[in-house]
Structure formats: C-alpha cells, structure tokens
C-alpha cells in the first residue's frame, strides 16, 4: 500500500517560489537542498511533501501543458491552523511575501479561515476548525 504522497506543482521562477514558501515558514526538504532543478518544501506534522519544478520540467513528467492560473484552478491545497490568530498571521506572510488573498478571513462559527494564491497563481487554503463548535445538524 502508498505510505507517502506528494504534491508537484509547476513553477514559473524556482528562486522566488522558494523563498516565498520558506518566509511562509515551510522549511526546506533536506533531501533536495542543493539542487537547481527542484525545490522540496515539508508542510505541517505529518510532514507532507511538496515539490515544486520549473515549468519546462513540470510539463516533461506530465506530458502535457500546465494550467493557465489566471483562468482557472485543478486544485486547493488547504493548511490546517492552530487557531485564529495563526490564520491571520499566515496571510500576513503571504501579503508581505507577495502572495495574493482571494478570501479574507471568514469567521464562520466554528470555521475560521481565508484563501490566497502563491506567486504562480496556485490556490490555498488556511483554515483553523472548532469542532466543539461544529453544527451537529
């Protein structure tokens, strides 16, 4: 059976998306630290792995075109939060790392979250849950 997955996502700019991530505070994947043709980021406690590739390489492995961003999604990678306040200063990272917030935060009850897209246009969620608040119905 699968014991790991990883998500690969195709990059205009391998530099900049790194250092975008990592000012998040996603640290860096020490299998893949010194390579030029990827990066590889490690997200959240189970250690989830993304890899990110430049385009040209991204198109390779698949086969086909990457998704123009600015038209429409495949996908929204959503990050669990520890709280309000770690939602909130999540989109303060992506603000100041030059990310872009497509939902401000919604506090919904017992789900509190906001949405931003990183430099390529790849959508994300950030999203704290109280389920002692969580509708039963």
């Known amino acids: 059976m699968t014991k790991d997955i990883w998500i690969n996502l195709p990059v205009k700019d391998l530099n900049k998306s790194k250092e975008f991530f990592t000012s998040l505070g ?4 020490p299998r893949h630290m010194n390579s030029d043709e990827m990066v590889s980021l490690v997200i959240g406690d189970k250690n989830m792995i ?3 590739f430049p385009v040209a390489t991204f198109e390779k492995y698949t086969s086909i075109k990457i998704t123009d961003t600015q038209q429409g999604a495949e996908v929204l990678f ?26 401000k935060p919604v506090d919904g009850g017992w789900l509190y979250g906001a949405g931003f897209a990183d430099l390529d246009g790849h959508r994300w969620n950030v999203v704290y849950m109280d389920f002692s608040k969580m509708p039963t119905e």
Do not use: C, H, W, Y
């Open 50 to 52: 993304v890899m990110l």
């Open 26 to 29: 996603f640290p860096l994947n």
């Open 78 to 103: 959503s990050i669990g939060a520890q709280s309000k306040e770690e939602v909130d200063e999540m989109v303060s990272k992506v603000e100041r790392a030059g990310g872009t917030i497509f939902s």
